[in-house]
């Protein structure tokens, strides 16, 4: 008797007939067509069509990319595409390990130390001071010299 697992108690027969590849290469052959000329009708690159017909699934881009390429491929031929699609992902999920995510770690917040906040903050208190305490008498020695030259020069 077999003993119920949980949801995934039912698994779905696994195909023992053709594969994907060899499916969609016999269909092709079959209606007489050129893989080049479906390449260019369905706007995907040669090499991944003849890399799906061949099996060779390392060469194609990531799974998700392939997947719409066989859909698209088994529609064109005629072919149920939800049953090719499942029948792809059966062969292609022991072919795939799992991929690992690599996240970025994130940068660590650089700011200015405060001893530096500090000293600027110093330097500017010091170059208004300046500026407040020599201005002023900066403009009375330009007044006076006004004066004394307007009154030793009259016009």
Request: include cysteine; charge should be positive; proline fraction near 5%.
């Amino acid at each position: 008797m077999m003993k119920n697992k949980g949801r995934n108690a039912q698994q779905e027969p696994v195909f023992t007939g053709p594969g994907v590849s060899e499916l969609l290469k016999t269909t092709r052959e079959r209606a007489g067509q050129e893989l080049q000329v479906i390449s260019q009708v369905l706007r995907i690159r040669y090499i991944y069509l003849e890399a799906i017909e061949g099996g060779r699934y390392d060469e194609l881009p990531g799974k998700t990319y392939v997947v719409g390429f066989v859909r698209a491929y088994a529609e064109h031929l005629g072919l149920d595409s939800g049953e090719v699609v499942k029948r792809f992902k059966q062969e292609v999920d022991g072919l795939e390990g799992r991929s690992e995510l690599m996240f970025p770690s994130p940068v660590t917040e650089q700011s200015v130390p405060g001893g530096a906040i500090i000293m600027i903050g110093l330097v500017i208190l010091a170059a208004a001071y300046g500026g407040w305490y020599f201005y002023p008498r900066k403009t009375a020695v330009l007044q006076n010299w006004y004066l004394i030259c307007r009154l030793n020069f009259p016009k």
